[in-house]
């Protein structure tokens, strides 16, 4: 349950089918390493919280390699205009991905974050340090403008 | 997806919205959240999770390694100062006299993540310093009674890492 949810946050952050496969491996294991932090309390709060520092170290290592984030930003909107034969719902997977891609990285997340985590805002609002109102408005754009994206 | 039972997502928006703006907002949320619902993302291949579980599997077996490693250290620190501890209760000793806690590593004894990490651990740490605190007792009583109850001591020090071994 957690591994196809986990995996569809790293997948809808990432696009990228292999990237996915590797972070969620990495998710595993440092659940492992970490399981001894675990204080008790919402399992998918902490679960997720790992996943986001994951991603995070993930963008990192990529910003550091030569700003290749923005060559993988690329990638992605080059690949998501070409359905990909692996994905279970062929084009309507890619005309997601597209216009995910198309909100800001910081939107993209929180929205991601909430559909998969299924945490309460409170909850999200906490492990991303910001006041509750500001992610519910950010949220609330976000999800608008893409809804809009995809009707248009 | 979509459905945050924890969350009661109006009443959440009447705090920052007027009522107006929070139907509106509420009826967004919900749709989008709705639409990513419509496009489900793949789940990983079966390939994937089996060869995550192999890396799980080998990350927990380094862990219980190195878990057993450092409990036979600890085990091995004990039973040398203990036996010290013997040959030192056999002569004319104080209180200040006793220099034995420097022989098992304090980082050891009192690391907090090491004895969060694993339960028999604690269990032994918790009998050694049970031992530790009889001993001290009777070094400081009579000396002759003394000496027998802490080869005693050492006996039941050497049968606990026997345990623990096992395990």
């Given at each position: 349950?957690?591994?196809?949810?986990?995996?569809?946050?790293?997948?809808?952050?990432?696009?990228?089918?292999?990237?996915?496969?590797?972070?969620?491996?990495?998710?595993?294991?440092?659940?492992?390493?970490?399981?001894?932090?675990?204080?008790?309390?919402?399992?998918?709060?902490?679960?997720?919280?790992?996943?986001?520092?994951?991603?995070?170290?993930?963008?990192?290592?990529?910003?550091?390699?030569?700003?290749?984030?923005?060559?993988?930003?690329?990638?992605?909107?080059?690949?998501?205009?070409?359905?990909?034969?692996?994905?279970?719902?062929?084009?309507?997977?890619?005309?997601?991905?597209?216009?995910?891609?198309?909100?800001?990285?910081?939107?993209?997340?929180?929205?991601?974050?909430?559909?998969?985590?299924?945490?309460?805002?409170?909850?999200?609002?906490?492990?991303?340090?910001?006041?509750?109102?500001?992610?519910?408005?950010?949220?609330?754009?976000?999800?608008?403008?893409?809804?809009?994206?995809?009707?248009? | 997806?979509?459905?945050?039972?924890?969350?009661?997502?109006?009443?959440?928006?009447?705090?920052?919205?007027?009522?107006?703006?929070?139907?509106?907002?509420?009826?967004?949320?919900?749709?989008?959240?709705?639409?990513?619902?419509?496009?489900?993302?793949?789940?990983?291949?079966?390939?994937?999770?089996?060869?995550?579980?192999?890396?799980?599997?080998?990350?927990?077996?380094?862990?219980r390694r190195i878990a057993q490693t450092l409990r036979r250290s600890v085990a091995v620190a004990a039973v040398v100062a203990f036996a010290l501890l013997g040959v030192l209760s056999r002569g004319p000793t104080s209180r200040t006299d006793m220099f034995h806690a420097a022989i098992i590593p304090a980082a050891?004894?009192?690391?907090?993540?090491?004895?969060?990490?694993?339960?028999?651990?604690?269990?032994?740490?918790?009998?050694?310093?049970?031992?530790?605190?009889?001993?001290?007792?009777?070094?400081?009583?009579?000396?002759?009674?003394?000496?027998?109850?802490?080869?005693?001591?050492?006996?039941?020090?050497?049968?606990?890492?026997?345990?623990l071994s096992k395990g």
């Open positions: 349950m957690y591994a196809g949810r986990c995996y569809g946050y790293f997948y809808r952050l990432t696009g990228d089918r292999d990237l996915s496969d590797e972070l969620l491996s990495e998710l595993f294991i440092r659940l492992v390493q970490k399981m001894g932090s675990y204080k008790g309390g919402a399992f998918e709060s902490w679960l997720f919280r790992i996943a986001l520092n994951i991603f995070h170290d993930y963008l990192r290592g990529k910003q550091r390699q030569r700003k290749l984030l923005d060559a993988r930003r690329t990638e992605l909107e080059l690949e998501s205009d070409e359905p990909r034969q692996s994905d279970i719902s062929g084009e309507k997977l890619d005309k997601l991905q597209v216009h995910l891609n198309r909100l800001d990285s910081d939107t993209r997340e929180l929205i991601l974050l909430r559909f998969y985590s299924e945490l309460s805002f409170r909850e999200i609002a906490e492990m991303r340090a910001e006041p509750i109102g500001t992610a519910l408005s950010k949220l609330h754009r976000g999800l608008r403008k893409l809804r809009e994206l995809m009707d248009g | 997806m979509e459905d945050h039972a924890h969350d009661n997502l109006k009443d959440l928006l009447r705090q920052f919205f007027n009522a107006a703006d929070a139907e509106m907002a509420d009826a967004d949320i919900r749709t989008g959240e709705r639409l990513l619902g419509e496009y489900p993302a793949p789940m990983p291949e079966r390939e994937t999770i089996l060869r995550i579980k192999k890396q799980v599997a080998a990350t927990v077996w380094r862990r050891i004894w009192d690391s907090d993540n090491i004895a969060a990490a694993d339960v028999d651990l604690v269990y032994f740490t918790g009998e050694v310093r049970q031992i530790e605190s009889q001993l001290q007792a009777l070094n400081a009583a009579d000396d002759e009674a003394a000496g027998v109850t802490v080869e005693d001591l050492e006996t039941e020090l050497i049968q606990i890492e026997t345990e």
